[in-house]
């Protein structure tokens, strides 16, 4: 059975942690002297009070999971951490539905990036930086931050990377979980810092410079402005694209490149190089069609064209230019990108790029299996054959992919939605990417238009698209709960 104690045990000691994270958005309201104070006092303490009713639950438990408490584990935090995360959005006033509040906190945390708030200029620094905040601890999942920074309170630490990692393949750096996820953090650190260096000696002042870099490296698309339309000149749009870019790559081959110096890991990586080329083939052909077709010149038609692709394959929802008014064609191509996702390992959503190439070598051998038979055609990544196992759970994972997205977009039409912002949206949602396509929800609108029905259905696809499906929907199986 489900031992219910060592999860509130975790639950308890995550939720220290998220009311530390709140605790830095009070200094920073200090720092403005606003009137937030108070508020965020509040949502600090009522964090801590969680805090210590859970680990008092769990204060007898030994630091052991089973396979399925880590399951449990993993989607219960990023439920709650959520029903907290909330708190300050609801005693500021900013947002007044729950509906509302609970789903610009899943947005922010699983990386979503998709906004009710009309007019965030309008929030504090501090619930700016809240919001920013959340995105970044979102970025490489919540327990996985867990296992780096408290590697003995998750004794199963290995069940619950399995449970929240992204991709269908796992790779270590150390033959220590804890070791190996102290190095990503590493790098998703330094990528953050430079980031924002970066950003600020371009021009950017010290608080939008922090902002956009947390936000940019989790992949996640909150801005500190109105809409996601980026407002920086083209030398900071250009550094954006470096770090979304670089946020989508694998961190295992970010950290052989930067800390062994191992270039030729990346370069041979398969993976990799389909996401390059994914980008370099669908910026050119965005390219051509906006010079051809809406008079860009060559300058700004390569700037607005990488930009979006790589914002959109990164699934991070920025934005420098309203692509909803550029022609359809380039639609269909960023809502390609939006499926396919950058590499797994990063921080980004989507099915991911090797997902995607895993299922074109399986075309592949099934057209060769037509001519010859009898032919023995395995799938082959990084030079080692892919189990069978893994690529049956590969399809499985289509197919659900696949049915999530169209039975979503099937409840948007029937609730009045145009079938293109239907699918636009279940596509956004799921992947995690926060920007539809149209003109009714695109990048310079918010999602405040849902009804609180498709705003719940829309914070659980989210969460649903964040966990990769089947860890969250293996729960909703009658199997799941029994005995044995």
Known sequence: MINWKIIAKILGSLLFMEASFMALCLVMTIIYGEADIPMFITSTALTMTGAFLFRFWGHEAENSLSRRDAYVVVALVWVVFSVFGMVPFLLSGSVTNLADAYFETMSGFTTTGATVIDDVESLSHGLLFWRSLMQWIGGLGIVFFTVAVLPSLVGGSVKVFSAEATGPMRSKLHPRLSTSSKWIWSIYLLLTIACGVSFWLCGMDWFDATNYSMTTTATGGFSTHNGSIFLASPTIEYLAILFQFLAGINFTLLYLFFFKMRAGAILRNTEFKLYVITIIGATLWIMYLLMSRMDYDVEEALRSSLFQVVSFITTTGLSNTDAGAW??????????????????????????????????????????????????????LAGQNVPQGRLVTLLAFFTLYIIMLLVTAVVMVLSGIDITNALTISLSLISNVGAGLDTNIGPVMSWADLGDGLKWLCSFLMLVGRLEIMAVLVLFTPSFWKKN
């Open 327 to 380: 022609p359809h064609l380039t639609w269909v191509i960023l809502g390609v990108l939006m499926f396919m996702g950058a590499c797994a390992g990063s921080t980004t959503g989507g099915f991911k790029s090797v997902r995607v190439l895993m299922l074109l070598r399986v075309l592949r051998n099934e057209f060769h299996h037509i001519l010859h038979p009898n032919a023995v055609l395995p799938v082959r």
